[in-house]
Structures are given as C-alpha cells and as structure tokens.
C-alpha cells in the first residue's frame, strides 16, 4: 500500500522556521508533481507550493521568498522549508502527489494525513 506521510509540523514563535517532509512510503518507481496545501481553521485548503519532475517550483504568492519546496527523489521525499513564520501560517499542512508509479500499478491524487503547524507567542 502507497502513502504520503507528513512529519516536522510542531508549535514555533513567529520569525522561526519549520522544515516539513513528506514521504512516500511502499515499492515506488517513480511519482510525478508532488505539491503542499493548507488548511487554516476555519478555511478552505489552499495551495501552498508545488515541483513539478525536472521543472522549477510553483509558489502561491504569500509564500514567495519564506518557504522553499525541494525533493529528494531517491529517497522519495519532499521538504518544505518554512522561515520568517507567521501567525497566519497556522494551518494543517498537507502533501499531495499527482501520480505515483508503484510495484502493482499506479495511485493518482494522492494525499497524506496533513501535519499541525501553529505560528505563535
């Protein structure tokens, strides 16, 4: 069975930093675009960053220059560096991978369980 299982998510002042992985657990070939989202209380999820395979990334505009999203491929992983935090960072953050390639096929749109991020003093 394929999964997407977050971790690094905690509690941090504003001004820090967080870095969140996400792994995808199972016999893997391969995964296509791999991205995070966010729910903040009360709010609709929203996208947050995404890497495409062999493309630069993708940020929404809030995020630019705070966070960076990278992969690690070989050990299918992504990682999300969150610095300069802000309250309003507070959210469930979640990863997600368009399409993973696996010893008994494929499984798209896949999600992992989300991680509690809470940005405050």
């Known amino acids: 069975q394929v999964q997407l299982v977050e971790s690094g998510g905690g509690l941090v002042q504003p001004g820090g930093s967080l870095r969140l992985s996400c792994a995808a657990s199972?016999?893997?070939?391969?995964?296509?675009?791999m991205g995070w989202y966010r729910r903040a209380p009360g709010q609709q999820r929203e996208f947050i960053a995404r890497?495409?395979?062999?493309?630069?990334?993708i940020y929404t505009e809030s995020v630019k220059g705070r966070f960076t999203v990278s992969r690690d491929n070989a050990k299918n992983t992504m990682y999300l560096q969150m610095n300069v935090l802000k309250p309003e960072d507070t959210a469930v953050y979640y990863c997600?991978?368009?399409?993973?390639?696996?010893?008994?096929?494929?499984?798209?749109?896949?999600w992992g369980q989300g991680t509690q991020v809470t940005v405050s003093s």
């Open positions: 997600r991978a368009d399409e993973i390639r696996h010893a008994q096929g494929y499984v798209h749109n896949l």
């Open positions: 890497i495409p395979t062999g493309y630069s990334p």
């Open positions: 199972g016999i893997i070939t391969s995964i296509g675009e």
